[in-house]
């Protein structure tokens, strides 16, 4: 399996660590992993990086989740990179929205490793 | 006839706890890796040194605040992210995202309301000599589970 670059957006420290753990823990090897803890930030990042993969939380502040997806449609360093939510929001209407906007996968948070697996391998292209 | 509808919405809140108790259940388990054991409230209070808070508006407006001592919320931070957890600051993104987590889980098993009602980012208060206060004036749901021994209250502040 080739190595990735994953882009996890976050206000929390700590949940990004969770989320790069669970990647390993779902067998996906990291190349590297680029970490922001909010929408904007996370924009910057995909100028300066090339990414395999975005996980990204909804509710942040200066730009919450959603408004990433949305924005990062619209950007050529964005184009084809599978962005799967992980939020705490689990209502139907945001899981549409966010599919709407362009997310390939929604996790509700809390999550287990399998979970994870199960959701990212599909849009990485692998069979779990 | 008329219908008091503050009854029906206070009874159907009062049957909350146990939604709130398992979504605090399902958290510790699936992302802290450990079970934790609902306690009588009365003889388990925590010292409370770290309060996490997240608010909730919309279709329900209040407020879940989860609150331990310093040594627990460390103790929670290092199950969730090894060893490597060793600063204050760690422990109150950890508890703060737990507090996020319980909110999330609970507004999630809620049928209807909870579909109507946002988070805001949490909040994490720490240090000795604080009080806290609601303004929410409605129903508040208390409990306190037990994690490695050490008392964790998780409350949900309601507005009337």
Known sequence: ?128 | MTTDTSLVTRSREENWLPIIELAVEEVFEMMVGCRVKVAAPSENKPNEEFTAMVGLAGALCGILTVCCDAKTAGEIAKRMLGDTADSQEQAADALGEICNMIAGNFKNKLSGSGDRCMLSVPTVISGGEYTFHSLADGTCLETVLLFEGAPIAVRLQLES
Do not use: W
């Not at chain 1, 997310?103 to 490793?113: N, W």
């Open chain 1, 1 to 128: 399996m080739d190595k990735i670059t994953a882009l996890i957006v976050d206000d929390s420290s700590v949940m990004r660590k969770i989320v790069e753990r669970s990647l390993r823990q779902a067998g996906i090897e990291l190349e590297k992993v680029v970490e922001a803890s909010n929408g904007a930030e996370a924009l910057v990042a995909l100028q300066s990086n090339k990414v395999d993969l975005i996980l990204c939380d909804i509710n942040m502040p200066v730009m919450d989740g959603l408004e990433f997806v949305r924005q990062a449609a619209t950007m050529e360093s964005a184009k084809g990179i599978p962005i799967v939510m992980i939020t705490t929001e689990g209502s139907e209407a945001h899981v549409v929205q966010a599919l709407t906007a362009g997310a390939r996968g929604y996790i509700r948070k809390p999550f287990t490793p399998d979970q994870v697996k199960e959701h990212v391998l599909p849009v990485l292209g692998k069979k779990q």
